[in-house]
């Protein structure tokens, strides 16, 4: 992990300390069991305009800040994520301000059979979007499928099928409009390649 720090005790001109931090950090607990983070934050809007940018973060406009654990099997895939943005500059309207993720959690899992050409699927996610003074609201998605992966030496086909449904429930939404909003699409795909091979 790195921790990065500066502080001023007492900015004259303002009459307050003023300061700028960042912790990014990974970790193996377990195999399999990880977590990362990268947050940020400064003291005032006009941190970097005013004394520089010497912690090196890469985008001055949206301060961000993520923090995420995650679990891995051959079969699994488990990841909770909370994501915040600290808007620093004042020519953002809060209308355009980015929305906060907390949290945004998936859950994926697949099976493949030994014997036969056949690989299920299931994508899980659940959001919540948040902006203060705006629509914000719950995200579900799902998402199962199934492939037939055919493969050769010489190449490759896999047909699949998978149904995507999306549900969103929305809070502060404008008068007249729905607060429960869905969809589902069918999706058939194919995915092919061919392999030549010459000495040479």
């Known amino acids: 992990g790195q921790v990065g720090l500066e502080y001023m005790p007492v900015d004259t001109r303002r009459d307050e300390s003023r300061y700028s ?4 950090s990974d970790t193996l607990f377990l195999p399999g069991l990880s977590s990362h983070l990268d947050l940020n934050y400064v003291s005032d809007d006009d941190y970097f305009n005013d004394l520089n940018n010497a912690l090196g973060f890469s985008n001055t406009r949206h301060l961000r800040s993520l923090a995420d654990l995650r679990y891995q099997q051959d079969w699994l895939d488990f990841s909770a994520k909370l994501e915040h ?3 620093i500059d004042r020519a953002i309207a809060s209308d355009n301000k980015p ?3 907390y949290p945004q959690v998936s859950l994926n ?3 493949d059979f030994a014997d036969l050409p ?8 659940y959001s919540y979007f948040y902006r203060s003074q705006r629509v ?3 995200r579900i998605n799902l998402k199962p499928s199934i492939s037939f992966p055919l493969r050769t030496a010489a190449g490759f086909i896999v047909p699949k099928f998978s149904v995507q449904h999306t549900e969103y429930y929305l809070q502060d939404q404008e008068a007249g409009k729905a607060d429960d909003i869905s969809r589902t699409l069918p999706i058939v795909s194919v995915d092919g390649g061919l392999v030549f091979e010459k000495d040479l």
């Open 109 to 111: 899992l697949r099976h």
């Open 118 to 125: 056949i690989n299920l699927a299931m994508e899980n996610e």
């Open 136 to 138: 914000k609201g719950h």
């Open 85 to 87: 943005y600290q808007t």
């Open 21 to 24: 931090a960042s912790i990014q």
């Open 99 to 101: 929305y906060q993720k």
